[in-house]
């Protein structure tokens, strides 16, 4: 089993700044890419940010500049620091975790999200 869990969303105030956390566990044998994705009421889901096993990373347009994400591989973890925050960045915010893991048959490889964390802006 795998668990993916985000925390660090809440409500910030335009201008303002926000750290996103995201975890994995379990039977994990390598990561690969890593990333960050935001659903807002009525839209569909979109990238926000990735980073690959190597550290590159890529990035939506409108959070170039603002947002940046970064990887713990210890600790299995990545993160979305958010500045300059607005309006338009109020969502759900997924974490989204590819690589290697082991179960019952052996290896396999997949693609674990988390339950999301939402995050308003609002004054």
């Known amino acids: 089993q795998v668990q993916v869990v985000e925390s660090g969303g809440g409500l910030v105030q335009p201008g303002g700044s926000l750290r996103l956390s995201c975890a994995a566990s379990?039977?994990?044998?390598?990561?690969?890419?890593m990333g960050w994705y935001r659903q807002a009421p009525g839209k569909q889901r979109e990238l926000v940010a990735t980073i690959s096993s190597g550290g590159s990373t890529d990035y939506a347009d409108s959070v170039k500049g603002r947002f940046t994400i970064s990887r713990d591989n210890a600790k299995n973890a990545v993160y979305l620091q958010m500045n300059s925050v607005n309006p338009e960045d109020t969502a759900v915010y997924y974490c989204?975790?590819?690589?290697?893991?082991?179960?019952?048959?052996?290896?396999?490889?997949?693609?674990?999200w988390g339950q999301g964390t939402q995050v308003t802006v609002s004054s």
């Open positions: 989204n975790v590819g690589g290697q893991f082991l179960g019952p048959t052996g290896r396999f490889r997949a693609d674990y």
């Open positions: 379990g039977t994990i044998l390598a990561i690969s890419g």
